[in-house]
């Protein structure tokens, strides 16, 4: 090797295997080594080769770092983004407009309904394929809309997307677990275009799945929140998304924008738990009893409602301190004190020589809790009431969530002798598989259907076949929402059972509640005398149920409404 006597190097460094050696501790991130490496070249090249270990450590340390930092941010299953990388998307597209008015970024959770159960059916591996296919179909929908910002199609909801995602800003489709999915929008400011995009995406999921050669129809629900308008950072409007989407799968509604006067975590909805809280340990939370009529005036039974007046504020509705009790955990506290309340007074009427049924609305998360059917028979045995005193409505919908524990809950109260009802039927997805598979005597009409049949000829039909499949399999109808006198006659000529609304009697407070039962007394069982107490002269103004259809009306005594004023609007939910 040329040297000279001075030590400086007698060429210049030069050839392609140092250029590349050099750009490669370069490009591995060393290059502290440079410096170093250059005078290895001009005086050692022959050592050289020695630079190619720690340089092959540096790339492949770099290489993991890069797939480390990915697979922070990916879905291992379908290559979407995580959660992680979702709040990171929405923290920067937050940021970039941070100020600017008008700017807002939406955001779409979606869930698939009743995956759970498909997922078991069918098996995780096949499941786990289903999953795939629903991020690509998700992403191909929305990357189709994005790709076409000149349409005119006024039935094309991505038409409607800002300039600013149409010309480069494109939307981030997410899974964030399960059977969970999320679609960012930035730019997209109002709610109600929000909510079409995840109609039109539900609309995209529902189109029918060949997988294993059996043909699959989804559904699913979704929460729609856009920021500044709902929510001011990116943690906010994941959470209130997911808020939105809680609801629209408990009111099965399809979408459901966010709204804080549903949201627990807002300074009302705390001091509403709060007040529901006080109101369980000092009994204000009272029940009313509508009853339930046969055709001929036959007391079939009562349901118990729930009615709750907060101090200062009036009668909250049922369906949202429900909602909130079963939103916090406090639904088995609520459920215990009705159960208790009932039973209570079926003790004292069966002490006053009525024998009665009455109906308690239970909810799948209380089925699904440990120790239920113990809790129940408990509460009957302290009030020495038989078991068949009492009937637990339910829904279908507690099948969806575990259906195992579901079944073996209801068949150790059935065991008991509680009776069983299938409430709001016909609002559910119901199949003759799932409700052969419930351990039910009585089937209810949803009230939807019922106040609608006399003007409509659909819902008139979806009562008569309701009725004809819950006589073929040996169960009794139930049709509630009865306000008027045509809807009685029709109901009748369609064979149901018995009935219960307003036409009959609205919610009773207990003691109206006794008086009502007295006054009918004298019809068959199951609403009999017992004993033979001194007859209490009955209140004049409690109206009389209707006779059935071809026997003569006999004179009705004044409504119930100088004894109590009916509701505006009766709730459904009698928890």
């Known amino acids: 090797m040329d040297r000279t006597t001075g030590g400086a190097p007698t060429r210049p460094p030069q050839g392609v295997a140092g250029a590349v050696l050099l750009l490669g501790v370069l490009l591995a991130g060393a290059a502290p080594l440079i410096p170093l490496a250059v005078l290895v070249y001009r005086y050692e090249p022959e050592l050289l080769p020695l630079f190619a270990v720690p340089l092959a450590v540096l790339v492949a340390a770099w290489r993991m770092a890069r797939d480390r930092a990915r697979d922070q941010l990916t879905d291992p299953l379908t290559d979407l983004p995580n959660r992680h990388a979702l709040l990171l998307a929405a923290q920067e597209a937050i940021a970039e407009h941070d100020g600017e008015e008008e700017y807002s970024v939406g955001l779409i959770l979606l869930d698939l309904d009743r995956f759970r159960s498909l997922n078991d059916a069918l098996g995780h591996t096949a499941g786990d394929r289903l999953l795939v296919h629903i991020a690509r179909r998700l992403h191909r929908a929305l990357r189709t809309g994005t790709h076409h910002p000149g349409r005119e199609d006024p039935d094309d909801v991505f038409s409607s997307l800002p300039p600013t995602m149409q010309n480069g800003g494109r939307p981030v489709v997410a899974r964030l677990g399960g059977d969970e999915f999320a679609v960012l929008l930035p730019g997209v400011g109002r709610p109600e275009t929000l909510e079409r995009v995840a109609k039109a995406l539900i609309a995209e999921l529902a189109a029918p799945i060949r997988l294993d050669g059996l043909l699959l129809v989804l559904e699913a629900s979704a929460g729609v929140c856009v920021y500044p308008e709902h929510a001011q950072d990116a943690e906010a409007l994941l959470r209130r998304a997911d808020v939105a989407m809680g609801h629209a799968q408990h009111r099965r509604s399809g979408v459901e924008q966010y709204d804080e006067a549903r949201d627990i975590d807002t300074p009302y909805r705390i001091g509403l738990l709060g007040d529901l809280r006080r109101a369980l340990e000092a009994g204000e939370v009272l029940l009313h009893y509508q009853p339930k009529v046969a055709f001929d005036g036959r007391v079939v039974g009562l349901e118990a409602l729930v009615r709750w007046e ?266």
């Open 310 to 575: 907060r101090p200062g504020q009036g009668r909250v509705p049922p369906d949202e301190f429900i909602g909130l009790a079963e939103s916090s955990g406090l639904m088995p506290r609520l459920t215990d004190y009705v159960l208790e309340a009932a039973v209570g007074q079926l003790a004292a009427w069966r002490a006053q020589g009525l024998q009665v049924q009455v109906a308690v609305n239970v909810s799948p998360r209380d089925v699904l809790n440990p120790g239920f059917a113990g809790r129940v028979a408990d509460h009957l045995g302290r009030h020495q009431v038989p078991a068949h005193a009492l009937q637990l409505e339910i829904t279908e919908r507690l099948l969806l969530d575990d259906s195992r524990l579901a079944a073996d809950t209801l068949a150790e109260l059935r065991r008991f002798g509680v009776g069983m009802s299938l409430d709001d039927f016909g609002t559910g997805h119901s199949s003759l598989v799932r409700l052969r598979s419930l351990p039910v005597g009585e089937l209810k009409i949803d009230r939807s259907f019922v106040s609608r049949m006399v003007a409509d000829d659909h819902d008139a039909a979806v009562v008569r076949c309701s009725v004809e499949l819950a006589h073929s399999l040996g169960l009794t109808v139930v049709a509630e929402g009865v306000e008027d006198d045509e809807t009685w006659e029709q109901l009748h000529s369609l064979g149901v059972d018995a009935v219960q609304g307003w036409l009959v009697s609205a919610a009773l407070p207990a003691d109206q509640a006794t008086a009502w039962l007295m006054v009918h007394r004298t019809g068959a069982p199951p609403v009999e005398l017992v004993a033979a107490p001194p007859v209490p002269q009955p209140r004049p103004a409690i109206s009389q149920p209707r006779p059935a259809l071809g026997q003569p009306r006999q004179a009705i005594s004044p409504p119930c409404s100088a004894i109590v004023q009916p509701e505006l609007r009766a709730p459904t939910t009698p928890q």
